[in-house]
């Protein structure tokens, strides 16, 4: 059974940071590329970073510069940190692999004042 659980949101001011973890059982991580996704209250979920199984992060043009992506294959884990984050940030992360079926609960990152 693939379970998947990201962890490591919360409130934060505008400009703080956050670092976001994604921890996979069930499945090996290396073998895929990972995406961080987000959605948004009344949006549709999108792409904000992924990773290639060699390492190679592409972000989306919103949060170039200030989001990093990684992963930890002996972990079986992928981050994500966040910094100067803005209030359009806020919204529900999530991880997935490979563009598979499997999502986890994601997790909640609010920034606010």
């Known amino acids: 059974q693939v379970q998947l659980v990201e962890s490591g949101g919360g409130l934060v001011q505008p400009g703080g940071s956050l670092r976001l973890s994604c921890a996979g059982s069930g499945i090996i991580f290396s073998i895929y590329a990972m995406g961080w996704y987000r959605q948004a209250p009344g949006k549709q979920r999108e792409l904000v970073a992924a990773?290639?199984?060699?390492?190679?992060?592409n972000y989306a043009d919103s949060v170039k510069g200030r989001f990093t992506i990684s992963r930890d294959n002996a972990k079986n884990t992928v981050y994500l940190q966040m910094n100067s984050l803005k209030p359009e940030d806020t919204a529900v992360y999530y991880c997935n692999p490979g563009l598979t079926k499997y999502w986890g609960q994601g997790t909640q990152v609010t920034v606010s004042s």
């Open positions: 990773i290639t199984t060699d390492g190679s992060p």
